[in-house]
Nanobody, 122 residues
Framework: QLQASGGGLVQAGGSLRLSCAAS????????MGWFRQAPGKEREFVAA????????YYQDSVKGRFTISRDNAKNTVYLQMNSLKPEDTAVYYC?????????????????WGQGTLVTVSS
């Protein structure tokens, strides 16, 4: 129901835009989040956005570099990633939850995309 795309290989300092498209149901009333998991590490929160896109929240390490946004008419959430660093290398997952507000905790999300790999070379 959630399809993440846009990952790839980029040099440090470059940019990528991830998309998360929903199908089968609308997620316009769902808070959405992006998480990532690097090899050998636990999944970690990256960014979240509330239902109407008016409120966002970021992990400290990506503040000022990443921007989460959504287009409810297209049932899609985006993650614009600029000034990428090698430590941003991970599989990125989008997620949606049935609650009213977003959370930074992965167990709080009910629907997950399959993940898209982002590799940043130094």
């Amino acid at each position: 129901q959630l399809q993440a795309s846009g990952g790839g290989l980029v040099q440090a300092g470059g940019s990528l835009r991830l998309s998360c498209a929903a199908s089968g149901r609308t997620f316009s009333s769902s808070p959405m989040g992006w998480f990532r998991q690097a090899p050998g590490k636990e999944r970690e929160f990256v960014a979240a956005i509330n239902r109407n896109g008016g409120m966002t929240y970021y992990q400290d390490s990506v503040k000022g570099r990443f921007t989460i946004s959504r287009d409810n008419a297209k049932n899609t959430v985006y993650l614009q990633m600029n000034s990428l660093k090698p430590e941003d290398t991970a599989v990125y997952y989008c997620a949606a939850r049935r609650g009213i507000v977003f959370t930074t905790d992965a167990p709080g999300y009910d629907y997950w995309g399959q993940g898209t790999l982002v590799t940043v070379s130094s």
